[in-house]
C-alpha cells in the first residue's frame, strides 16, 4: 500500500498511467478519482480545514457545527459511504453514538494492498454490520465491489447509499453538464439548504422539474445562479439493468460517472449546494452536486424510511436477513471526450471475480 497524507488526512493511494485513487483512512472516503489527461479530480474537498474523525470533539471543533452531522462534517470528502443510515439519526440513536449518515462515514477502516488494488475494512459496531470494499484499476475505469455482513442475528431494513459529491475546479455550475438514466422523479418536502429554487414535493419526468417560480428547470444542469439550494429524488429507467449519471466538463474536456446495476441501487438523489448554507462550516462558500446513488431515495431517519416503505411502488430501504450477505459492485468511468456522451457502460474487460 502506498501510504500518503491527502489534505492533511492519513491515506492509501493506487494509480495507473490515467488514474490515482485515494482513500481516506477514517471514513473510508474516497478522496480523488484523479484524471492524469486531465489534470483534474471531480470529487469534493471542502473548503474548510478537515480533520480525522476520531479527533473530533464538540469542544473543541465548535466550526463543524452542533447537530448529528459535525462529526462526519469535520472529515466528510469526495465519495462518502452511507451505511447504515442515509440521512440523521434519532435522538435515541444519536444519544447512543450514531452520527449522519451512519458509521460508515466516520469508522477507521483497515486498509490492505492486493496488486492493483486496494481492499478496505470496517466493522460497525452499533449497527452490527461488517464492511468490505475493493476497489481495483482497470485503465481509465475503477472496478468497485462491496460485501456488506449482518452480524446480528435478526432480519433488519437497512439505507446503503453512494453519497458522490462534485465540486470545484470540474464543477461549474454553469457549465457542467450532466446525464442519467432516471425516470421518475419527485423535488424533496425539505430543503438541505436555505434558497431552494424547486418546487417542493412536486413529481415530475427526469430532467425538467418545475420551479418555485412557476418555471421550469433543466437538472441536466445545475441552477447558475447563486444562492441556490435543493435536493431531489429519480428512479432508475426499469427499461435498463443498469443504471448510470455522467458529468462532463467542457473546460477539462472530460466525462466522469458511476455506472451500477439497478437492482441493487434503484435511486438516485441530487443534492444542489450552491453558496446557499449559512452556517459554520459552510459560511456561504460551498459549490457542489452530490449525484447519490443508493436503496434509499431521501435522506431520512431510519424510523421515517421503513415508514415510507414505498415511492413509485418501489422500496424506500433494503432488507439483510440473519447472519446474511449482500454484495454488489458498480464502476467509476474518467475519460477524455470533445462532448458529452449520452451514456455511459460497464467496460467489457476480463476481471477476476475475487
Known amino acids: 500500500m502506498s501510504e500518503t497524507i491527502f489534505k492533511g488526512r492519513h491515506a492509501a493511494t493506487i494509480e495507473n498511467d490515467h488514474l490515482r485513487v485515494t482513500v481516506l483512512v477514517e471514513g473510508g472516503h474516497i478522496a480523488e478519482v484523479f484524471d492524469k489527461q486531465a489534470g483534474v479530480s471531480p470529487l469534493w474537498v471542502p473548503h474548510w480545514n478537515s480533520i480525522e474523525p476520531s479527533l473530533y470533539s464538540p469542544v473543541q471543533h465548535p466550526q463543524f457545527g452542533e447537530g448529528s452531522d459535525a462529526k462526519l462534517l469535520a472529515g466528510i470528502m469526495g465519495h462518502n ?8 439519526p434519532s435522538t435515541e440513536e444519536a444519544e447512543a453514538g450514531f452520527t449522519a449518515h451512519g458509521e460508515g462515514s466516520v469508522g477507521r477502516y483497515e486498509i490492505d494492498e492486493t496488486p492493483n488494488r486496494l481492499v478496505t475494512r470496517l466493522n460497525l459496531p452499533l449497527a452490527q454490520l461488517a464492511f468490505v470494499r475493493s476497489i481495483q484499476l482497470c485503465e481509465n475505469y475503477v472496478l468497485i465491489r462491496e460485501c456488506l455482513e449482518n452480524l446480528a442475528e435478526f432480519d433488519r431494513p437497512i439505507a446503503w447509499t453512494q453519497h458522490v459529491t462534485l465540486s470545484p475546479p470540474f464543477l461549474d455550475p454553469a457549465t457542467t ?6 425516470t421518475r422523479s419527485i423535488v424533496g418536502e425539505s430543503d438541505p439548504g436555505s ?8 413529481e415530475f419526468a427526469w430532467p425538467t422539474a418545475p420551479r418555485e417560480d412557476g418555471g421550469i428547470a433543466d437538472l441536466s444542469q445545475m441552477q447558475g445562479t447563486a444562492p441556490a439550494s435543493g435536493y431531489t429524488a429519480h428512479l432508475a429507467d426499469p427499461r435498463h439493468q ?4 455522467l458529468a462532463y466538463s467542457p473546460q ?3 466525462a466522469f460517472g458511476y455506472i451500477w446495476k439497478r437492482t441493487d441501487f434503484p435511486w438516485m438523489g441530487i443534492w444542489e449546494e450552491n453558496c446557499s448554507r449559512q ?3 459552510w459560511d456561504a462558500h460551498t459549490i457542489t452536486r452530490g449525484m447519490e446513488f443508493g436503496v434509499s431515495p431521501f435522506p431520512e431517519s431510519r424510523r421515517e424510511m ?4 414505498k415511492l413509485f411502488d ?4 433494503r432488507w439483510i436477513p440473519s447472519k446474511g450477505r449482500l454484495e454488489v459492485e458498480y464502476w467509476i468511468c474518467s475519460q477524455p471526450a470533445a462532448s458529452i456522451p449520452e451514456k455511459l457502460s460497464a467496460p467489457d474487460l476480463a476481471l477476476p471475480v475475487s
Open 242 to 245: 443498469d443504471a448510470f449519471f
Open 279 to 281: 452556517l459554520t462550516p
Open 252 to 254: 477539462y474536456q472530460l
Open 195 to 202: 434558497n431552494a429554487y424547486l418546487k417542493r414535493g412536486a
Open 306 to 309: 421503513v415508514d415510507r416503505g
Open 177 to 182: 453538464q450532466f446525464r442519467a438514466s432516471m
Open 314 to 317: 418501489v422500496p424506500t430501504y
Open 81 to 88: 459511504l452511507c451505511l447504515d443510515l442515509f440521512g440523521g
